[in-house]
């Protein structure tokens, strides 16, 4: 069995890899040439645990071979980006792009799988344009039951830095636009999942992923309204969680400096987008958290002394602890406007990079390593919770004032450990 994957980014390359594992002959598609002759070199472009050696592997055992250009398969993966235009609107035109590309080398018997984050109707719509494109192949959004090419939405959600284990562990959901080309789907998965699937509609899966997303948001948010209700009465949001926590339906997540990464913050507007006038809260949500970097901003300029020149280290760039990745990262939104603030020199450590973003460039910033950062500050700053960071001695801290968006510190001065009085289930 031959199976196609259109796009080779941080989803495309490992579903190749895990394909290429089961067995199946697997053709990897990218618009970027140097991504063809890397995986053909057996090497990879983004930065996944293990990825590395799995590419290098099933390269060298001919079951994945890279391509500029679509190529007949049985199966046909579309893993594009789905960005969103400065107006909040999903831009699904590498989707389209994509379903252009595959659509001369689509048979009779084929199936095609949209795998990226889309608005609901984007696997109607990329099935119309191929219908279009087509028209001598019977699809199955017209006549579900005498259709020759089989046509689903199956959303991926891995997490970057564990994307290898999820994507075999997870469940799935696989909404095909018709029974044939759900069975059809789930055969294809079967190869590598080891969680449940389910079936269902393409338009109530494609809403589920974007679900899933905007649940996460609207929970950040209430974390981070939380945090600013205790800022407000003077107590301490780390302690109220973990307390609240304790009742067993209660789960709230984290407050931090906002909400970065490709997907969460991103995925609530093609909802909110589709139904404007029912998502007040999803709404609030995003206002919430897009203004948190601002927010840490002007924490810091409360604390600073007037007229005194002063050193600000950030500690952390990434969007979230212990992996690399600085795009779209809170934190160096709160690192760009911190610099711009008059007398203020901004060091910034980040144990996983080997220098300042570009974005981050040309603005006047240090960069150092975590130590030295705090040892030139009068103000630390600690933006992302690495692992790194929590090893800190405490000490080195001391006369330094600080502002701990992920309560890594703060939390652990302020914890009462003689007030927890064990009961019988300890
Ligand atoms: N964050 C908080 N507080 C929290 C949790 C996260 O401020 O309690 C922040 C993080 O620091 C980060 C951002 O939110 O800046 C997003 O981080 P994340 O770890 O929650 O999620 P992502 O963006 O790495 O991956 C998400 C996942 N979705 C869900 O957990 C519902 C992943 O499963 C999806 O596959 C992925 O989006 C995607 O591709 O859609």
Not at 403 to 414: E, H, N
Request: proline share 6%; aromatic share 4%.
């Amino acid at each position: 069995r031959a199976v196609s994957v259109i796009g080779m980014g941080y989803i495309g390359l490992p579903t190749c890899a895990v394909f290429a594992r089961a067995g199946l002959d697997v053709r990897g598609v990218d618009v970027n040439p140097s991504v063809v002759e890397k995986v053909n070199r057996g090497e990879i472009h983004i930065v996944e645990p293990e990825l590395d050696g799995l590419i290098s592997r099933v390269v060298a055992e001919g079951k994945l071979r890279a391509f500029g250009e679509a190529q007949p398969a049985d199966a046909h993966i579309i893993a594009v980006p789905t960005p969103f235009t400065t107006e909040h609107k999903a831009d699904v035109s590498h989707v389209m792009a994509a379903a252009r590309a595959v659509a001369p080398v689509l048979k009779r018997g084929d199936l095609v799988v949209l795998e990226s984050t889309s608005p609901v109707g984007t696997t109607r719509k990329m099935t119309m344009l191929l219908a279009e494109l087509r028209p001598d192949l019977k699809f199955p959004h017209v006549n579900p039951d005498d259709a020759d090419v089989f046509v689903a939405y199956s959303p991926e959600r891995v997490l970057p830095g564990k994307v290898l284990t999820e994507l075999i562990d997870n469940d799935r959901s696989i909404g095909g636009l018709s029974a044939g080309s759900s069975k059809r789907a789930v055969d294809l998965y079967t190869s590598f999942v080891a969680g449940d699937l389910y079936i269902t509609s393409a338009e109530s899966a494609e809403l589920v992923k974007l679900t899933e997303n905007a649940f996460r948001d609207v929970n950040i948010g209430f974390a981070n309204e939380l945090a600013a209700v205790c800022q407000h009465l003077r107590l301490n949001v780390w302690e109220v969680i973990e307390l609240a926590n304790k009742h067993p339906r209660v789960n709230i997540l984290s407050p931090g400096p906002g909400v970065g990464g490709h997907c969460i913050a991103v995925d609530p507007y093609f909802i909110i987008d589709a139904a404007p006038e029912q998502t007040p809260m999803m709404r609030t949500a995003r206002q919430i958290n897009s203004a948190r970097p601002m927010g840490v901003v002007q924490d810091v300029e409360k604390i600073l002394v007037p007229g005194k020149r002063q050193t600000v280290a950030c500690l952390g760039l990434s969007f979230k602890p212990n992996i690399d990745d600085m795009r779209e990262s809170p934190a160096v939104e709160v690192v760009r406007h911190l610099a711009g603030l008059g007398g203020v020199l901004v060091v910034a450590a980040e144990p996983h990079a080997k220098g300042l973003p570009h974005d981050l460039e040309g603005l006047g910033i240090v960069f150092t390593d975590a130590l030295d950062a705090i040892d030139r500050a009068d103000i630390v700053v600690l933006l992302v919770d690495h692992r790194q960071f929590s090893l800190i001695d405490p000490e080195a801290l001391k006369d330094k004032k600080l502002i701990d968006t992920r309560g890594l510190w703060t939390w652990r001065k302020a914890r009462r450990t003689d007030a927890r009085i064990e009961g019988r289930n300890s």
